[in-house]
């Protein structure tokens, strides 16, 4: 790989021994857990990486292309967003030191928050910890016990937990499935309220939820309609607005769920809509509440990247273009990679024990491509994800199906 140093020693790094110091009594049932973990092939290992991310990460002393992370524009490791967040830094303190409600919410925190609202061009905006608190508070802020949640099947497991949390009614829906979801509101009309809830676009399977037709559903059982646009936000739409603004349902979502830590590079959730959803979930989300604010550097630099959204349009462009370059590349060698329609592309392999074959050779060749294993996916269905970043030359993605193609069949 060209030039990047890396100073971890692969030779220092190594997975806990199986017969480490006795454990107290108490923990003594975590050994059989992770035994049976390792024995299905769902044991994970925990990863040190130097450097930035970038084109290139070094990961336990390898350095590989890398198509692991989230970086789909390329600014988590942008010197642009480092520069604003120790301006901010200087100018706010590194520490938020309480919650967004008691002194928290630093001028950093209210810029980006009218940033989001101006990218998104709804009222106002509300930010969080993280993308992982949005959901969860949100959704446990809009429903509870009387109500009823409709959520699709391959949703991330922040509006599972936040479904949980809620201690509303359940029904899971077959991914994308609007026929199945249209009977679950017809049986929930005694519900007090009803919510459907999912991603815009699906983090495993790189597939976009019907966003037109689950607005005309919402309307038809009168149900609110959440979208997390996570992997969505900056990469899709005119000015990165998401898939909301790509398929022009805004008046259709009413809320619209986002993280600043994926496409912009820098950190923390986003809740974004009309005064009254943010005034209501100000007094209810208890994640915004109780958790200190997100330092005020890092908002600071989420600002900047959304700036940089609209200073190079041609990032996202180019980004998909490539996207559907590569899947093609993918099903001409006939690698099963789904449905995709985005720069996340699965190649779906079965086993998990397949899985992580296939991500290790890819790793000898010289790309870090991880393996995703239930609970992330669902029995049967692991796979490789490739996350795809502006930063990929398409040599590199080329290189990349052949190596896919040589390996995987
Ligand atoms: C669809 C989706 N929603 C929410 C999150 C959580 O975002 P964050 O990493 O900012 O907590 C993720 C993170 O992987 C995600 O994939």
Redesign the pocket.
Known sequence: MPGMSCRIDAAAISSPPATAAPLPDALAWIDHEIDTLRTAGLERPARVRDGRQGAEVCLDGRTLLNFGA?NYLGYAGDVRLTKAASKGSCAEGFGAGASPLVSGHSLAHEQLEQAIASLLDVETALVFP??????TATIAALVGPDDFIASDAR?????IDGCRLSRARVGIYPHRDLTALDALLKGARTARRRLIAT?T???MDGTIAPLADLAALARTHDAMLLV?E??ATGVFGQRGGGLVEQTATADGVHVR?G????ALGA???FVAGNAKLIHWLRHTARAWIFSTAHPPGVAAAATRAIGLLAEEPERRVDLLTRAADFWSALRHYELDTGETESQIVPVIVGAPQAAVALSEQLADAGFFVPAIRPPSVPHGRSLVRVSLSWLHEPHDLRRLAEAIARHAT
């Open positions: 989230n993280s993308g992982f608190a949005a959901n949703n991330h497991a922040s509006i991603d676009l699906f983090s997390d996570a992997h769920v993280t600043l830590s994926k950190a923390g959730g």
